[in-house]
């Protein structure tokens, strides 16, 4: 089966700070991977995502993720953050036909992420 | 872009009564849609899946009896919690896929807080 480990519950930073959000997972077969990002009273949003060939992937709001084989991570980085990148944020994986229910998603317990000024 | 709606956004109920929770894409047609459940600090749990005329497929361990699925029509999927106890208080979360929409992508609703007294 798969899991998805999110490493830190919370992250606070400071403006123009680099982050960096922590995501491993367990699998034994080829995964696809996810980061949403959750702001206060809306639904989740697709921030980024890999399905196959480069291992960084660049996403929206200047974020990007490396996709790690070896080390089975797929962390969220972000050179500079904003006020408004204070949201919280969750690693999800996909397999196809998992269990016969094609893309369901794995998630896992979510970062939030606190910029403060 | 896609937009999924629920309502309420919060419910109160007391124990042994039943609740509905809606949720709406309101600008395209959702052939599968998604119900999610997070308890705090944990990781949203798929709890089923339906597809539009169909009956939902249910995860394992979710009992199907006690949450009723419906997804009657292209916009609208309803879930019905029946006889709630305390221990159903929780976070419910939909989220909806469209025709010819690639297997990851869902369109994620904002949730509907529910509290079982």
């Known amino acids: 089966a798969q899991s998805v480990t999110q490493l830190d519950s919370q992250v606070p930073v400071f403006e123009e700070a680099p982050v960096e959000l922590r995501c491993n997972y367990s699998?034994?077969?080829?995964?696809?991977l996810f980061w949403y990002v959750q702001y206060p009273n809306q639904g989740l949003q697709l921030l980024l995502k890999?399905?196959?060939?480069?291992?960084l992937v660049k996403g929206i709001n200047g974020f990007e993720a490396e996709f790690n084989k070896s080390q089975t991570s797929f962390h969220l980085r972000k050179p500079s953050v904003h006020i408004s990148d204070t949201a919280e944020y969750f690693c999800?994986?996909?397999?196809?036909?998992?269990?016969?229910?094609?893309?369901?998603?794995?998630f896992g317990k979510g970062t939030k992420l606190s910029v403060k000024p | 872009g896609a937009v999924v709606s629920q309502h309420p956004s919060r419910v109160i109920c007391k124990s042994g009564t039943s609740v509905k929770i809606e949720c709406r894409s309101l600008?395209?047609?959702?052939?599968?849609m998604f119900w999610y459940r997070q308890f705090p600090k944990q990781s949203l749990m798929l709890m089923a899946t339906s597809n539009e005329g169909s009956k939902a497929t249910y995860e394992q361990g979710v009992e199907k009896d006690k949450f009723l699925i419906n997804h009657a029509s292209l916009t609208l999927s309803t879930l019905t919690v029946t006889s709630a106890h305390p221990e159903d208080s929780s976070f419910y979360i939909c989220s909806a896929r469209g025709w010819g929409s690639s297997f990851y992508e869902q369109y994620f609703g904002p949730g509907t807080r529910l509290t079982v007294t």
């Open positions: 600008d395209f047609q959702a052939t599968t």
């Open positions: 890999y399905l196959s060939g480069s291992t």
């Open positions: 699998s034994s077969v080829s995964v696809y």
């Open positions: 999800a994986v996909s397999v196809l036909n998992y269990g016969g229910s094609q893309g369901n998603l794995i």
